[in-house]
């Protein structure tokens, strides 16, 4: 088992930058890609970022390469995404996920978070 917990979601303005952070514990972190998605209410969950177990192969969805950084520290277990000019169509939960392999698709991933809430106003 692997436990996911995702933090520093929160309210920001449009063109803001936020940093989330996807904590994990349990098994050999290392061993896992990671991807993080958001879904809103009544949604299905959508891929934003996803980053191979080094950190040596990263992918983004379309709308956010080059406004979105996905990134980890092995030695600390932790993920994040780094979101910069965001837009309000952004506002959503945003979950990570932990999987053999980098992908796009949900069900690529064995392990989800609870997920941290996103609040952009324009």
């Known amino acids: 088992q692997v436990q996911l917990v995702e933090s520093w979601g929160g309210l920001v303005q449009a063109g803001d930058s936020l940093r989330l952070v996807c904590a994990a514990s349990g098994r050999t972190f290392s061993n896992y890609a990671m991807g993080w998605f958001r879904q809103a209410p009544g949604k299905e969950r959508e891929f934003e970022a996803a980053?191979?177990?080094?950190?040596?192969?990263?992918c983004y969805a379309d709308s956010v390469r080059g406004r979105f950084t996905i990134s980890r520290d092995n030695a600390k277990c932790t993920v994040y995404l780094q979101m910069n000019s965001l837009k309000p169509e952004a506002a959503d939960g945003y979950y990570c996920?932990?999987?053999?392999?980098?992908?796009?698709?949900?069900?690529?991933?064995?392990?989800w978070g609870q997920g941290t809430k996103v609040t952009v106003s324009s």
């Open positions: 980053i191979s177990w080094n950190g040596g192969i990263t």
């Open positions: 996920a932990a999987g053999t392999q980098p992908s796009a698709k949900t069900w690529g991933y064995i392990y």
